[in-house]
């Protein structure tokens, strides 16, 4: 029996479904809008977590490569005051594999694999319950049919308002991202401020994180409360760094360097959705990761949304299996009605985390983002 399924999304979700259910020798249709795989930069670093990433990854039987390709080192992290006094120093031992550091790019690579993505399909909307299935329309006016549709596009789904008229809202927390290359070559005094992991600093309403990524790369962002109509100068690079060393100012120079020597700027508000974001079951269609419950990023998101795509690809391959030896129709939509109860009870739980996590970290008391810090590492 061959099932029509189409995921909306080549990120870790949607590839992490594909690939387990690949494994299981069940293909499936990834649909992605981006022209091609490298069409924009992957973003920064992952922490893959013991009993939830790297479950997933061992459902899909790649968990010996993503060894080979992360970073435990990456685990350390230092905390810094605004005046540079070091507060934390935490470093993993050798052996500690819990939180491991992965580059986007390299684990959307290993997730990609032997899939073939149809790149460049930029969905507009998905029409459930026509008589051939839920149908996917694409931008220049394309349509195809399935028996399933999985939204994996993301924070701004197009395949959301297919189940629910939930959108993200601001949380009033703006990021801004920059970046340094051959940071040991060309800043080895910000090398060694950032050690093999992170270094944050948190001040009254803001933070500034450095984050070590493979090959010499370092990704900063600064996090800081703001109005979501704030207006703001030109995007030019050296006009929003003079915003950023102005709204740090008093900060010590070593870590105000990470602003002066950043190479572009990316602003990024923060966005989520209802920490207990639900909706009524609609056959043939569902949705992963933050197209599903899209929340601060506080490390949980990916890994989420990589064990959700292992869990309802198996869920599927095993209802496909129950069905040859038992045909019967629902199967299918029974078994991804079941999957979203357990989705949406897991995902409330770290919703909440990550939604009080945010609040402690850009906080008015910066002890807040310590204690934490704290708290994390004690457990």
Known sequence: MSHRIAVIGA?????????????HGHPVTVLDR??????????????????????????????AEFE??????????????????????????????????????RLRDLL??????????????????????????????????????????????????AVSSARPEYTGVTTVETSLDEVDTRHPDLARLIGDGSVAVY??????????????????????????????GPDAAEAVRAELLALFDGWAAPVLDLLRHGAAFARRPLYVLPVS?????????????????????????????????????????????????????GKLDEAVRAFEERMWARAARWATFATAGLERLVSADPADAIALFDEVHAS
């Open 11 to 23: 990120g870790p979700a949607g590839l992490t479904f594909a690939r387990v259910m690949h494994r």
């Open 34 to 63: 981006d022209p091609a795989p490298d069409a924009r930069p992957p973003g920064g670093t992952l922490d893959l977590h013991d009993k939830m990433g790297q479950l997933a990854l061992r459902k899909a039987g790649l968990l």
């Open 68 to 105: 080979e390709l992360s970073r435990p080192e990456g685990q350390a992290m230092r905390i810094l005051a605004p005046d540079g006094t070091v507060l934390r120093d935490w470093r993993p031992r050798p052996d500690e594999r819990a939180n491991p550091e992965i580059d986007r790019g």
């Open 112 to 161: 990609r694999g032997p899939l073939e993505v149809r790149w460049g399909s930029s969905v507009t909307e998905v029409v459930p319950g026509t008589p051939d299935g839920a149908l996917v329309r694409f931008a220049g006016g394309r349509q195809e049919a399935f028996d399933l549709v999985i939204g994996a596009d993301g924070a701004w789904s197009r395949v959301r308002p």
């Open 203 to 232: 001040g009254v309403n803001r933070g500034l994180v450095a984050q070590r990524n493979s090959g010499g790369h370092v990704k900063v962002y600064a996090h800081f409360r703001t109005p979501p109509d704030r207006g703001w």
């Open 277 to 329: 974001h639900t909706w009524a079951h609609v056959p043939g269609v569902t949705l992963l990761g933050d197209a599903a419950h899209l929340m601060p990023p506080l490390g949980v998101g990916a890994n989420l949304a990589m064990l959700e795509g292992a869990e309802l690809a198996e869920t599927i391959v095993q209802t496909i299996a129950e069905t040859l030896a038992d045909p019967g129709p």
